[in-house]
C-alpha cells in the first residue's frame, strides 16, 4: 500500500500563523462567554477557567493543523466540556479508591480489590457534578453568563489587586503575559495572584450567579470600580516609560461596553461616558516618538469624533432619579474638554461647579487639585494657587507628584520662576513614570 506523505497534508507556515491569530483573536474576544457558561455547566469557577484553557492549548495544536472550525466558540466549549468530564471521571475514580481503600482498613480486609466499584457508579457521579443540560449553552443565557462572570470575579472577598487581575484574566481574556507588562509586575506574581484568587472564590463558596438587590447594586459598584482601576492605569501609567498604555485603557473600554448592555443602569452609563471621552484624546496625547503631549499643546483634530459621540451618547443615560454619579460627573468634566475648539474657549466655569459637586458626592484631595486648576484657568494663577496652598497646609498629597507639579505650573505663570523650578524638580523626582517625569524636567529647564 503507498505510503501517505503527511507533510502534504501540513498547512503552510503562513496559514498556520493565520490560524493561530484565529485562535488568538476568538479566545479574546469571546473568553467571557466561554468561561462563564463553563462556569455555569460545571459549578465550579476554578476548573471552568481550567478546562478554558485546556482548549484554547488544543485548539493551537488542532487548528493550524485542521483549519479553523465554522463556530470556533461552540468548538471550544466543546472541548472544554469533554475536559472536564473527564476531570469529573478522574475525581470520581479517585474518591472510589479512597472510599474503598478506607473501609478495606476499617474492616481488616485485603486491598487488592480496591477500585474495582461497579461500572456504572463513576458514570453516576460525574452525572450529578456538571449542570444537568448537556446541550449546547443556550444563548439566552450568554449575557446572565458573562455578568455573573463579572460579579464572581469582582467578589469582596477578593483584594481590589486579585479582582483587577482576576478580571482582566477571565473576563478580557488576557493572558498573564499581558496583565504583568500591563502593571510593570512579574509574570509569576500575577499567576500567583490570580491562582489565590480562585482558591479564594472557591473557600468562599461564592455562587455562580447574578445577585439581586442591594448585593445587585455593591458588587456592581465594585465592578464598575475596577474597570475604572484599569482604565486609569491604561490612561495615565504611573510607572514605566510610555504614558499611555493603550492595551490596557481599550480593553477596560471593551469591557465598559460589554457591562453597559449587561446592566444598562445610569452610573455604568456614567462609567463608559468618562472611559470614551477620555480615551477620544488618546490620538493626540503623545507624539510620534511616544513623548507627551499636554492638553494647550494637542492638535484637536486628532480627536477620536467617533468616540466623543459615543461617550455624549452614554452620557445623556446616566442622568438617574438623584441626578449624576460620581463617574457621570466626571464624564460631564471631561465632555466640557471634547466640545471646546480650544483651552481658552473652554467652559472653565461649569468645570468648577462639576469639580464642587463632585467633591461634595465624592470628597477627594485630587478633586480639590483639580478644582483648583479650573479655578486658575477661569479666574487666575492667584485664585488657584490659594486653593493648592490650602492643601499644602492640610498635608495631603505629600507622596504625589501631582501637588508639586500643579504648583510649579501656577507659580511659573506668576512669574515665580526660581519657586516654580524647584516645585518641578521636586514633582519629577517623585514621579515613577519617565515619560511624564521628562515633561516635568523640560519644564524646570525652560524657566529663565
Known amino acids: 500500500m503507498a505510503r501517505v506523505d503527511r507533510s502534504a497534508l501540513t498547512p503552510a507556515p503562513g496559514e498556520q500563523d493565520a490560524a493561530r491569530r484565529a485562535v488568538e483573536a476568538v479566545w479574546r474576544i469571546e473568553s467571557a462567554r466561554i468561561v462563564g457558561a463553563l462556569t455555569r455547566y460545571t459549578r465550579d469557577f476554578e476548573l471552568a477557567e481550567d478546562v478554558a484553557q485546556e482548549a484554547l492549548a488544543e485548539a493551537l495544536v ?27 471521571r478522574r475525581r470520581a475514580g479517585r474518591d472510589e479508591r479512597y472510599a474503598a481503600l478506607a473501609h478495606g482498613l476499617a474492616e481488616g480486609e485485603a486491598t487488592s480489590g480496591v477500585g474495582t466499584g461497579p461500572a ?45 487581575a482576576l478580571t482582566l484574566r477571565v473576563v478580557g481574556g488576557l493572558t498573564s503575559d499581558e496583565i504583568a507588562r500591563a502593571f510593570l509586575v512579574p509574570v509569576g506574581g500575577v499567576q500567583a495572584r490570580i491562582t489565590r484568587a480562585k482558591k479564594t472564590i472557591a473557600a468562599a463558596q461564592v455562587p455562580f450567579e447574578v445577585p439581586d438587590g442591594a448585593d445587585r447594586t455593591a458588587r456592581l459598584a465594585s465592578v464598575r470600580g475596577v474597570l475604572y482601576v484599569i482604565f486609569t492605569e491604561g490612561s495615565s501609567a504611573t510607572s514605566g516609560d510610555d504614558w499611555i498604555r493603550h492595551d490596557l485603557a481599550r480593553e477596560a473600554v471593551r469591557l465598559a461596553r460589554v457591562l453597559s448592555r449587561l446592566a444598562p443602569e445610569p452610573e455604568t452609563f456614567g462609567l463608559l461616558a468618562l472611559l470614551e ?15 507627551p503631549i499636554l492638553l494647550e499643546d494637542q492638535d484637536r483634530r486628532r480627536w477620536d ?8 451618547a452614554a452620557l445623556r443615560r446616566a442622568v438617574g432619579p438623584a441626578g449624576m454619579g ?23 466655569e461649569r468645570i468648577i461647579v462639576l469639580y464642587e459637586a463632585l467633591g461634595r458626592v465624592a470628597p477627594s484631595p485630587v478633586v480639590d487639585l483639580n478644582r483648583a486648576v479650573a479655578v486658575a484657568m477661569a479666574h487666575g494663577p492667584e485664585l488657584g494657587l490659594r486653593v493648592v496652598d490650602g492643601l499644602v497646609e492640610r498635608g495631603v498629597l505629600a507622596g504625589s507628584h501631582l501637588l508639586p507639579g500643579v504648583r510649579g ?14 516645585e518641578y524638580l521636586r514633582a519629577a523626582e517623585m514621579c515613577g513614570n519617565t515619560a511624564e517625569r521628562s515633561v516635568l524636567e523640560a519644564k524646570a529647564s525652560a524657566l529663565p
Open 305 to 312: 469624533r467617533a468616540a466623543i459621540i459615543r461617550g455624549r
Open 120 to 164: 456504572g457508579a463513576g458514570a453516576s457521579v460525574v452525572a450529578g457534578q456538571p449542570g444537568s443540560d448537556p446541550a449546547e449553552v443556550d444563548p439566552d443565557r450568554i449575557d446572565d453568563d458573562v455578568l455573573a462572570l463579572m460579579f464572581v470575579s469582582c467578589h469582596p472577598v477578593l483584594s481590589r489587586e486579585a479582582q483587577v
Open 277 to 291: 471621552l477620555t480615551a477620544a484624546r488618546f490620538p493626540a496625547r503623545v507624539g510620534p516618538s511616544g513623548e
Open 326 to 348: 460620581v463617574y457621570a460627573l466626571q464624564a460631564a468634566i471631561a465632555e466640557c474638554h471634547a466640545v471646546a475648539r480650544s483651552v481658552a474657549g473652554t467652559d472653565w
Open 62 to 88: 488542532s487548528w493550524p493543523r485542521d483549519g479553523a472550525p465554522r463556530d470556533p466558540a461552540a468548538w471550544l466549549i466543546a472541548t472544554a466540556r469533554r475536559r472536564a468530564i473527564d476531570a469529573y
Open 409 to 422: 505650573e501656577l507659580l511659573a505663570r506668576l512669574g515665580r520662576t526660581a519657586e516654580a523650578r524647584g
